[in-house]
Antibody, heavy 120, light 110 residues
Framework: QVQLQESGPGLVKPSGTLSLTCAVSGASIINDRWWGTWVRQPPGKGLEWIGEIHHSGVTNYNPSLKSRVTISVDNSNNQFSLSLTSVTAADTAVYFC????????????WGQGALVTVYS | QSALTQPASVSGSPGQSIAISCIGTSSDIGAYDYVSWYQQRPHKAPKLMIYDVNSRPSGVSNRFSGSKSGNTASLTISGLQADDEADYYCTSYTSSSTYVFGTGTKVTVL
């Protein structure tokens, strides 16, 4: 079955850039119905949709984060990535990658999540 | 985009039925039949329970059902079990081609 695994630094300095990669195994992302998604969850709080990407490179972003977010895809390595610039303590969260092949269902399969802490 | 509104907590006794509401707007829930529901246990990734308002993925118990009326969606859990104790989140596709999550509901089995 499809499995996802996040990787990247767990600590980022304020004003720096948060970068995470999601490796997908068990299925090729080169599928017209496939979308990769990033979701975050601050400690003790709810889920926030960050954005999504299609293997073709088409992206959609949360308007509140759009100016700071870039999601990219690497089809040759079956993975996709998140970049969030100008981070502050408010960006401290568990970051989940997820994927779906179900139209208009944002996430059917999830990674385990990666805690990223913005510290000074 | 503003988060969809859910009650902070809902509780019920084993065997009872409970319903969790999810209130949106005419730009999200009211515009599309693309509401999904997720169950999240502590320190775990969310699990998809319902998609397209009332469809269940393979392996999800038929005790979980979804519905929608106007700008409000609902998740009903029938025959409540101790194992159903978790946080539940709704999400909807929006007219901006994005998704928005609900505020989350903690379900407690008394």
């Amino acid at each position: 079955q499809v499995q996802l695994q996040e990787s990247g630094p767990g600590l980022v300095k304020p004003s720096g850039t948060l970068s995470l990669t999601c490796a997908v195994s068990g299925a090729s992302i080169i599928n017209d119905r496939w979308w990769g998604t990033w979701v975050r969850q601050p400690p003790g709080k709810g889920l926030e949709w960050i954005g999504e990407i299609h293997h073709s490179g088409v992206t959609n972003y949360n308007p509140s984060l759009k100016s700071r977010v870039t999601i990219s895809v690497d089809n040759s390595n079956n993975q996709f990535s998140l970049s969030l610039t100008s981070v502050t303590a408010a960006d401290t969260a568990v970051y989940f990658c997820a994927s779906t092949s179900t139209p208009y269902c944002p996430s059917t399969t999830w990674g385990q999540g990666a805690l990223v802490t913005v510290y000074s | 985009q503003s988060a969809l509104t859910q009650p902070a907590s809902v509780s019920g006794s084993p065997g009872q039925s409970i319903a969790i509401s999810c209130i949106g707007t005419s730009s999200d829930i009211g515009a599309y039949d693309y509401v999904s529901w997720y169950q999240q246990r502590p320190h775990k990734a969310p699990k998809l329970m319902i998609y397209d308002v009332n469809s269940r993925p393979s392996g999800v118990s038929n005790r979980f059902s979804g519905s929608k009326s106007g700008n409000t969606a609902s998740l009903t859990i029938s025959g409540l079990q101790a194992d159903d104790e978790a946080d539940y989140y709704c999400t909807s596709y929006t007219s901006s081609s994005t998704y928005v999550f609900g505020t989350g509901t903690k379900v407690t089995v008394l």
